[in-house]
């Protein structure tokens, strides 16, 4: 019966484990493939160039700033996201009058699409006409222009993207808060201890399964920013605010070196896998078992 | 557990680099006859009249395709000649018994091509947009054989063709690269535009708009400022360094092309673009040259003063051809593919395909019309009275002695330079220093050699 039971489970992946090789493992190793030509990526002729494109991945001056980028987008997204969702959870888990109306209202940027978002905000940060220089014009000051520095932009880019993002975090962690019994939260307040205390010292080892859910989902889905940074910047000024998503788009679709951007991709692959491995098993291993 | 979380994790990771993958010559440059607008009108109505006579003789025998349906892929939008490219497709289906789907690809029409491309899922029938030799040519039909081919002009022909190469679209129009400018601005600052013939001018007519409290220029640091009057400085006959021999023979040092660079640096210094250069885009462009802050581009198609005045019609926009060097000098106009057609070499509908490419050459005047540009097939009638003809037919009756050059990039630089000579527009605009614009240049010049040697294997 059980061994039935787990057959007929295992039918129901098939459909999933079937669209996961069409779309992710067949293009991988299409990808591994591709990296080791040369190609305009569209032409009939393809030259095997062996190694060479992950060498000039050590030598491309423009690599470093766009890996330190996008581990900008990464780590500085994943940590403001999950601090101001857990923040806006904790507001939202209270029972005040139109606490509805202020989940929809911070959930509601996730439904913009992250280009529409960025055009959106270049317009708030533009030079000429941008809205937040007409209201320092009120003030008195001139126009800024925002973008000049692109560690600016940088920061400005990672700020947009995790107020965007910032519900989906709130929604995970107030379902994570509302599974926590109020029993336990009872007991700690006739034990005197105190909202700090109870935050630290049961809500939060509790959270931690949501905590995992959320720091790894918005990490990759960070790194792999890029919809957010074309319509904000478009990795202006001179390539500099640029993620590795959107290079490897450039190197392949503009400069037309499809193997150089398949290596690029692979880099990128890695990177993700370095820097989300040991991040997901430190949480695991911090989950608490009820 | 831990088996499993690496799993998960891999395959999360894996559709980055898979997202990526799933995606997936230069002929020597060629020589275009010089021509004026002119000279075309000239022969036009008797060209006319003749391939309506051969289009007559054709109507006697309609071929049927028994059904055939066809997919053509466009990036035309509804205000810009869908609608009427929609409507010749459909009269065409009618008359042949067939049915051309149109997919609209918008700004996504290069990329997605590339991935059609890639995996030979090509339409029976591409816009070419510049590219039916470089980039598209393998794909497509030679037509130079084609009986409409005769009454393309020999602008066209030489763009089409090249250095003597098979030509692979039907073009209807050529699209121009020039200035554009907010007249009615330059008229309140006391500035007559058509004064201006040479860059000092344009030096000077920026003083005095900074001094007025405007910047001068709108544009937005891209390609086009790079390559577009290039050669006004370094290639045509009237340039103070005509180095055209040196860059189509692949040895060309470049050291002419620090002219570009010195009177970009100078405008930006002096205040001359925007403080924002390095990170606007064409709308941010087309915003500030329709609200009057600033007054004009330095390259830029020259259907864009229609644009223009469809965004802001309180103020006139005209457009010019590109200033010269030195006083007295030809003035030049780049001219490029603009509304151009080719057909899938491997088309399971190439009869139908082609055939529809002789009906758009003498129906596809109302298209033409409405896309815009300069008149390169005779045998069409186009009406000049749309806004985007009346933008090109003033610049060709206000400049008629502008000599129609082929796109400096097109003409004389390797394939693969375009994107090239972005991203050196993005290292200029945000650094105009002594060392940055050597540093500029090294990389045009690293590049150039790398494409034209890639280009050219056996030397």
């Known amino acids: 019966m059980r061994k039935k039971k787990k057959r007929s489970l295992m039918l129901m992946t098939l459909p999933g484990i079937f669209l996961i090789c069409i779309f992710v493992i067949i293009p991988l190793i299409n990808g591994v493939r591709i990296s080791f030509y040369t190609w305009n990526g569209y032409g009939k002729v393809m030259k095997f160039v062996g190694l060479d494109n992950f060498k000039a991945l050590f030598t491309d001056m423009r690599l470093p700033r766009i890996t330190v980028n996008t581990l900008i987008y990464g780590f500085g997204s994943c940590l403001l996201e999950n601090v101001l969702g857990l923040a806006a959870a904790l507001f939202v888990a209270e029972k005040f009058r139109g606490r509805n109306g202020i989940r929809a209202i911070l959930y509601m940027p996730i439904m913009i699409s992250g280009f529409i978002m960025g055009k959106i905000m270049s317009y708030v940060f533009t030079l000429d006409n941008g809205v937040l220089n007409d209201l320092l014009a009120v003030f008195g000051t001139g126009p800024v222009y925002w973008m000049k ?11 947009v993207n995790s107020w965007q993002y910032m519900g989906l975090c709130m929604l995970i962690y107030l379902a994570g808060l509302q599974n926590i019994s109020s029993s336990y939260l009872d007991a700690a307040a006739i034990d005197g201890a105190s909202g700090w205390q109870q935050f630290f010292k049961i809500k939060l080892p509790l959270l931690i399964p949501a905590i995992t859910t959320c720091v790894i989902t918005n990490l990759i889905n960070s790194l792999k920013l890029y919809e957010l940074v074309v319509g904000l910047t478009n990795g202006g000024p001179n390539r500099e605010t640029m993620s590795l998503s959107q290079y490897i788009q450039v190197l392949y679709f503009d400069d037309e070196k499809a193997g150089y951007a398949a290596a690029a991709g692979i880099f990128l692959f890695l990177l993700i896998m370095v820097l989300s491995l040991p991040i997901n098993r430190f949480l695991r291993s911090r989950e608490v078992q009820l | 557990m831990k088996k499993r979380n690496f799993v998960a994790l891999s395959l999360c990771a894996a559709m980055t680099a898979s997202s990526l993958a799933a995606c997936g010559s230069s002929a020597p440059a060629q020589t275009v006859e010089e021509s004026t607008a002119k000279s075309e009108e000239s022969t036009e109505s008797a060209e006319t009249q003749a391939a309506a006579e051969t289009a007559a003789d054709a109507a006697d025998t309609v071929e049927d395709f028994g059904g055939a349906e066809l997919e053509m892929v466009t990036r035309l939008s509804t205000d810009g000649g869908l609608t009427e490219l929609k409507a010749l497709c459909d009269s065409f289906g009618e008359k042949y018994n067939c049915t051309i789907t149109l997919t609209e690809y918008g700004n996504e029409y290069e990329s997605i ?26 794909y497509l039909e030679p037509v130079q ?33 020039g200035m554009v400018w907010n007249k009615t601005v330059c008229e309140e600052n006391g500035i007559d535009l058509y004064a201006v013939e040479t860059y000092d001018d344009v ?12 910047v001068p220029i709108g544009s937005r640091g891209s390609a086009d400022d790079m390559a577009d009057f290039a050669g006004v400085f370094c290639s045509y006959p009237d340039a103070p360094s005509p180095d ?19 009177l970009w640096a100078k405008l930006i210094d002096m205040g001359a673009l925007w403080e924002d250069v390095a990170t606007m885009d064409s709308t941010a462009t087309k915003d500030r040259i329709t609200s009057g802050s600033s007054v004009f581009t330095m390259a830029n198609g020259i259907g864009l003063a229609a644009t223009y005045a469809k965004t802001n019609p309180e103020y006139e926009y005209v457009s010019t051809p590109f200033p010269a060097v030195t006083e007295g000098a030809k003035r030049y106009a780049g001219c490029g593919e603009g509304y151009a ?55 060709m009756d206000e400049f008629p002695d502008t000599v129609y050059v082929n796109l400096w990039d097109r003409e004389y630089m390797p394939n693969g330079m375009w994107s090239v000579f972005s991203e050196a527009a993005g290292m200029l605009f945000s650094d105009t220093s002594e060392e940055n614009q050597q540093q500029v ?14 280009d050219h294997p056996e030397q």
């Open chain 2, 341 to 395: 057609v080719g057909v899938y070499n491997e088309s399971e509908h190439k009869d139908a395909a082609m055939k529809f490419l002789e009906y758009m050459a003498t129906e596809g005047g109302e298209l033409a019309s409405v896309v815009g540009g300069y008149q390169v097939i005779s045998s069409i009638e186009m009406d000049n009275t749309t806004p985007v003809q009346q933008a090109y037919q003033r610049t």
């Open chain 2, 113 to 138: 091509l590339k991935t059609r491309m890639a995996s030979n899922e090509m339409p029976d029938l591409l816009e070419t947009h510049g590219w039916s030799r470089l980039r598209y040519g393998e």
């Open chain 1, 149 to 159: 520095n692109s560690w600016i932009s940088s920061l400005i880019i990672t700020v």
């Open chain 2, 441 to 454: 240049i090294a990389y045009l010049k690293t590049a150039y050699d790398e494409k034209y040697a890639a």
């Open chain 2, 203 to 214: 030096i000077e007519v920026c003083q005095k708009l900074i001094d007025a409290g405007l």
């Open chain 2, 244 to 262: 055209a021999a040196a860059q189509l023979d692949g040895s060309w040092d470049w050291a002419s092309y620090k002219q570009v660079t010195e």
């Open chain 2, 145 to 177: 054989n084609e009986s409409w081919y005769q009454y393309q002009s020999d602008v066209a022909k030489g763009v089409l063709e090249g250095d003597g190469e098979d030509a692979y679209a039907l073009m209807l129009t050529a699209s121009v690269v």
